[in-house]
């Protein structure tokens, strides 16, 4: 097990971005693969994506980002990276269905952006769990699922 | 780890191991669930798991308008008056533990200033639903307990307390027989909507089930 107490920089730093490169080459990076919510944690458990044990305490002011470098050793490297989010995307048939599915993902406490008419909730559970909960809304005829780009 | 055949050395090293990372302060654990499914009695059980291993603790409890579950833990005798904190939401608990957690950042941050060599902090906090979930700016680490009292449909329900927690916990598994819950339908429809995510199934009168909540939370944030 390999305890991290400190985020490195990001591996866009000059400083660390060729020594990353360089061992990149060597095929001696190792990922930690984090969905968005997981980028908050400041203190758990994860394997990397070669399987390494990594027991991660940072102090509480610091921030997990996408491409922060954890471990840079002479023949081994750890990096953070964000895993893409996975959305579900509604259209809302009329103004009514809108506000009536604004309101409900709020109530839900979803994550959402809204982008081309649409309403984009980040899945952060099993997708079934979203649609089950919004079943009404595709019975009624309020929504339909969209592209999300 | 390191083990050794004599268990005072063992808690003796677990508690060093352990200090090594207490440079960036004590694991925050959150405890939450609806009234009465056992959160209390849980901790309860706890708290001599870790105080056996050397494991220094505080416990921070959200009440809505009462101090009631920090008055019983004060009066359990189980740890230090001192090292327990109440936090009066003035609401439905869950808004301190998610939207807001400010009011339990900083009794955290007043505890562990008050006690140095912290470990451990166990943040309790209910909520009349299985919508209550906890802000990963305020916890490590958090899990959600039912009972089967509650009903054997709680998990299939998939509350976002359900679903999302670290460890969801199954308590009071000796009343099942007695309310008609089936154990074995809520620990195979808990895994089904937990994605892999682990259950524990527990009865915090009797201590059954309670070191394995406490391996899960050594494991995963205190990494003995």
């Known amino acids: 097990m390999i305890q991290i107490t400190d985020v490195l920089g990001h591996s866009h730093d000059s400083k660390l971005s060729s020594r990353l490169h360089d061992l990149s080459h060597q095929n001696k990076v190792e990922y930690i693969v984090l969905d968005h919510p997981n980028l908050q944690r400041r203190r758990f458990r994860v394997k990397t994506d070669r399987g390494t044990d990594c027991a991660i305490s940072i102090s509480r002011e610091t921030r997990l980002t996408n491409g922060a470098v954890l471990l840079l050793e002479s023949d081994r490297a750890i990096v953070v990276k964000m895993s893409k989010d996975r959305w579900l995307s509604l259209k809302p048939n009329d103004i009514p269905s809108a506000i009536e599915l604004g309101y409900f993902a709020g109530n839900m406490h979803w994550r959402v952006k809204f982008k081309d008419e649409c309403l984009h909730i980040a899945l952060e559970s099993p997708e079934d769990i979203y649609l089950d909960r919004l079943k009404d809304f595709f019975i009624q005829g309020k929504i339909v699922r969209a592209n999300h780009d | ?224």
């Open chain 2, 1 to 224: 780890m390191r083990t050794c055949q004599d268990p005072s050395i063992n808690s003796t090293l677990h508690a060093a191991m352990n200090r090594q990372t207490l440079s960036n302060g004590p694991a925050r654990v959150g405890i939450g669930g609806p009234v009465g499914s056992g959160k209390t009695a849980l901790i309860e059980q706890l708290i001599p798991i870790f105080s056996n291993r050397g494991n220094e603790i505080a416990v921070i409890t959200n009440d809505l308008v009462t101090r009631e579950d920090a008055k019983r833990l004060q009066q359990s005798g189980l740890l230090a008056s001192e090292r327990v904190v109440a936090v009066e939401a003035g609401a439905c608990p869950h808004t301190v533990i998610r939207e807001d957690p400010t009011l339990n950042m900083q009794a955290a941050e007043l505890l562990e200033r008050k006690f140095e060599n912290l470990e451990v902090v166990l943040i309790e906090s209910g909520g009349d639903n299985l919508a209550s979930t906890f802000s990963l700016d305020l916890v490590d680490y958090w899990m959600f307990v039912i009972d089967t009292s509650e009903g054997d449909d709680i998990p299939r329900k998939r509350g976002p307390g359900i679903v999302q927690s670290d460890l969801l916990v199954i308590n009071k598994v000796d009343l099942a027989p007695y309310v008609g819950a089936d154990i074995n339908l809520m620990v195979k429809e808990g895994q089904e909507v937990r994605d892999g995510k682990p259950l524990a199934l527990t009865n915090c009168k009797t201590g059954a089930g309670i070191q394995e909540v406490a391996d899960h939370i050594i494991n995963n944030v205190l990494f003995s």
